[in-house]
């Protein structure tokens, strides 16, 4: 499924400006939509001033999916978790998110799973370029008629910047992770070992990867010596939410929005009482206001902390505690 390199530390000015802390920042409510794509034929180089060029890649026929961010009672508190519905055929994955940190928990490859502790390092709070972070794990991996115990290492580097183009558009300023999560396993008279490898390219404004490359690499010894394979896939964030006009058209039946100077109006038919997410992006992608509110009304005011220039903006409203069709509304600003 999913998800090291040491370079120089400074080169120039303008690299140490590029630091992110909104990767993997997720929150409960929000949503993650990828469409699974045609392989690229590399990930591209490392370095500064790299240009990714990923604008032609194709729906690969396994369609748009959606990653729900949910609260998970069973972790510690405030620890939030993403239930991750595979574009691969799986049963999808867990993360954790820490004060400063984001670990994987628990990993499908059909009809293998593992689980990790404390977790497969995901990505730190605040990357930049030329940011190395590792961490070592226990694991357990449950594979048909057997659970195996083991561990191994997760490493992570921020090994490039530069500007990555998808089919949604052109990202600047963008950062590249590469990152490696190392299982080996061992029972008397054989071993399995799981090398996952992925590509995970991020800008300041989103919290989920642009693109992602994704490889397994699996092999064993014993009775799992045909165990071998290699499996890969290609992604990218469908960064208006629900990228098609017919749930656009839906959204709008049910719900007017008005944005000017003052500030986003909105009359929705939404649940009195209950918890909503409300993201504000142009028509390039960018996230420009998000807030958390409770409905009070089917009318909602919402004063935006800075003017926004003419244009086309679509809002998403979506629900924190029950997922389901996002509310969509398209506007335009005079």
């Known amino acids: 499924m999913r998800y090291c390199f040491i370079l120089l530390i400074l080169l120039v000015p303008a690299i140490s400006q590029a630091q992110f802390y909104n990767a993997e920042n997720y929150n409960p409510g929000d949503q993650l939509h ?3 794509c045609t ?5 591209g180089s490392a370095g500064y001033s790299i240009i990714w060029n990923f604008h032609s890649v194709q729906d690969s026929g396994n369609g748009q999916h959606t990653t729900w961010v949910l609260d998970d009672t069973s972790t510690a508190a405030n620890s939030d978790i993403i239930l991750s519905p595979s574009p691969i055929p799986d049963n999808g994955s867990r993360i954790m998110k820490t004060a400063t940190k984001t670990y994987l928990t628990e990993f499908h490859a059909a009809p293998l799973k593992y689980t990790y502790d404390p977790g497969a390092l995901v990505v730190s709070a605040a990357i930049s370029y030329g940011f190395t972070d590792s961490n070592s794990f226990t694991s357990k991996l449950y594979v048909p008629g057997d659970t195996l115990s083991g561990g191994g290492t997760s490493n992570i580097l921020v090994d490039g910047i530069g500007t990555v183009k998808t089919p949604v558009g052109t990202f600047n300023n963008a950062l590249r992770i590469k990152r490696t999560v190392d299982n080996y396993d061992s029972v008397p008279g054989g071993s399995i070992r ?10 300041s404004l989103h919290t989920a990867p642009l693109f992602r490359i994704d490889s397994v690499y699996r092999t064993g010894t014993g009775p799992f010596q045909n165990a071998t394979t290699v499996t890969a896939t290609a992604q990218y964030l469908q960064i208006i939410f629900p990228a098609s006009i017919e749930n656009i058209a839906q959204g709008a039946k ?3 929005g008005h944005l000017d100077d003052k500030g986003l109006l909105i009359n929705a038919q939404l649940s009195h009482g209950k918890q909503y997410r409300l993201a504000l992006v142009n028509i390039s992608g960018q996230e420009l206001y998000n807030c958390t509110f409770a409905a009070e009304s089917e009318l909602q005011k919402f004063k935006l902390p800075a003017q926004v220039p003419a244009g086309n903006y679509i809002v998403i409203i979506t629900s924190i505690t029950e997922p389901g069709t996002p509310t969509v509304i398209r506007l335009v600003k005079d």
């Open 39 to 43: 392989m690229p034929a590399s990930p």
């Open 194 to 203: 799981n090398l996952l490898v992925s590509y995970l390219w991020y800008d």
């Open 254 to 256: 049910s719900a007017l």
């Open 34 to 36: 990828y469409m699974v």
